[in-house]
């Protein structure tokens, strides 16, 4: 596959990835749990069909320690017994706020509660940072179409 357009070359591109890149920091900086960011990042671009951040997620995890059991078992989290109850809960919010158009009001308040009896206010701004971020990255990538398969840990700094 060729992508449409190259997200690494145009300059008009290279801007606006450096302001999409500064809220990621943002967030990768944050006390939210790194392990639990990664999940996030995945479980958002399975839902939104991006091989590319699929592909740089899954091996930034692998690196950073993650089991494949549990890489494996994302899409399937409320059935495995893997994730603890926060990520659970971290999952849930990722989901229904990557397919906001799908319910009435998008973000159920149970899943925004139950979100907050396992995150700070910190902790919770973050992860709201980053379903928005990594959703933004998603639609970046499926509708320029970028190739996944190629990326290395590490690539991008």
């Not at 994730?83 to 990722?94: G, K, M, Q, V």
Request: with cysteine; charged share 20%.
């Amino acid at each position: 596959m060729e992508a449409r357009l190259s997200l690494f070359t145009n300059p008009l591109a290279g801007k606006i990835l450096r302001h999409i890149n500064s809220a990621g920091k943002a967030v990768s900086d944050s006390t939210l749990p790194a392990a639990t960011q990664e999940l996030v990042k995945i479980r958002a671009s399975q839902i939104n069909g991006c091989g590319f951040c699929l592909d740089m997620h899954t091996k930034d995890a692998t690196k950073a320690g993650e089991t494949a059991l549990r890489l494996n078992l994302v899409a399937a989290w409320r059935e495995a017994t893997v994730f603890t109850d926060a990520e659970r809960a971290a999952l849930e919010l990722t989901e229904q706020g990557t397919r906001i158009a799908d319910a009435p009001g998008g973000v159920t308040d149970e899943a925004w509660a139950n979100a907050a009896e396992h995150y700070d206010e910190e902790q919770l701004t973050a992860l709201v940072g980053l379903i928005a971020v990594i959703n933004t990255y998603n639609r970046l990538n499926v509708v320029t179409r970028q190739p996944a398969g190629d990326y290395e840990p590490g690539m991008f700094g």
